[in-house]
């Protein structure tokens, strides 16, 4: 049985920094992606960042990037996501997500920041960020 459990969230002022963490259980393929996506209320889903775990090739939203970086512990299957020049904007339910069906390939072509390609997916974890 697949676990993803996030941890991290919490509530900052603009300008912080946290790192968020998804522990990953049962998922024994090793080629896979991996992402982060946030949804504030009354707002869609976003994908904010991606990563393919055999290549460590990594994606990035426009609105997140050069802040925000992805990373992999492959050792103790957790994934990271640390957040820095944070913005009231970046307020939200953060979810980590993956998916074994999805090829390298395929997901590439939108950066693995779809979300209807991921198929496991976390509790969430809230961000709060304040002026």
């Known amino acids: 049985q697949v676990q993803l459990v996030e941890s991290g969230g919490g509530s900052v002022q603009a300008g912080g920094s946290l790192t968020l963490s998804c522990a990953a259980s049962?998922?024994?393929?090793?080629?896979?992606?991996m992402g982060w996506f946030r949804q504030a209320p009354g707002k869609e889903r976003e994908g904010v960042a991606s990563?393919?775990?055999?290549?460590?090739?990594?994606g990035y939203a426009d609105s997140v990037k050069g802040r925000f970086t992805i990373s992999l512990d492959k050792a103790e299957n957790t994934m990271y996501l640390r957040m820095n020049s944070l913005k009231p904007e970046d307020s939200a339910m953060y979810y980590c997500a993956a998916t074994t069906s999805l090829s390298w390939a395929a997901g590439a072509r939108t950066l693995g920041l779809r979300g209807d390609e991921y198929n496991y997916w976390g509790q969430g974890t809230q961000v709060t960020v304040s002026s």
């Open positions: 990563i393919y775990t055999a290549l460590r090739s990594t």
């Open positions: 049962g998922l024994t393929y090793d080629a896979k992606w």
